[in-house]
């Protein structure tokens, strides 16, 4: 079966918009306390009104994340570090994703609809998740040679905290767009 050079474009477009959307959310947020963008361009009255923090608009996961003694000699300091859940099922898209860096491992975060890539695909939005912790060598978000990384067991919605250490090295080279559900 052939592919047509429309779905090909549609295919390369979308991984395109998908690696541009993690790498404009995920920038680092400079102080926990200082409110977010979002919160910013609320009007007064909602910020004040009950039920408008983070953690009750919905699913809520405490990420505890470690780098093994026996990779952290193949990570620098500076080396970007991932941190996602996606859907056990459905598009392999993160429905929720924080950007640190080694040197600030261990770490804990926590991930939920506030760190969504799109309202729509949010950790509310899905049953079970896997947690992925990524250590990138390239700092993109897509998985590649070398690169170090820990993945959890599905965790079902509704569950507080998990620990995931990074311990594991990405071999060989990943399918162009797999991370994201993008197949060529």
């Known amino acids: 079966m052939t592919i ?13 918009v998908v690696i541009a959307a993690i790498t404009v959310t995920a920038w680092p947020r400079h102080s926990e306390a200082a409110p977010s963008a979002d919160t910013a361009a609320m009007p007064a009255a909602k910020k ?5 923090s983070a953690a009750k608009t919905g699913a809520s996961l405490k990420v505890t994340v470690s780098l093994s003694p026996a990779v952290a000699k193949q990570a620098a300091p500076e080396d970007v ?4 859940a996606r859907a056990v099922h459905g598009p392999r898209m993160p429905l929720a ?4 860096q080694v040197k600030d491992l261990p770490t804990t975060v926590v991930l939920d609809d506030s760190h969504a890539m799109s309202p729509q695909m949010n950790l509310s939005s899905v049953p079970e ?21 820990g993945v959890s067991k599905p965790v079902k919605r509704g569950t507080k905290a998990i ?3 990074i311990a594991n090295q990405v071999a060989g080279q990943q399918e162009s767009g797999s991370a994201h559900g993008i197949r060529y």
């Open 4 to 16: 047509s050079r429309f779905q090909l474009t549609a295919r390369f477009i979308g991984a395109i």
């Open 48 to 52: 004040s009104a009950p039920g408008n």
């Open 81 to 84: 570090v991932f941190i996602f």
């Open 97 to 100: 994703i924080v950007r640190k």
């Open 129 to 149: 998740v896997i947690v992925v912790a990524r250590v990138s060598k390239s700092g993109m978000a897509t998985a590649q040679a070398g690169d170090l990384e």
């Open 163 to 165: 620990t995931l250490s």
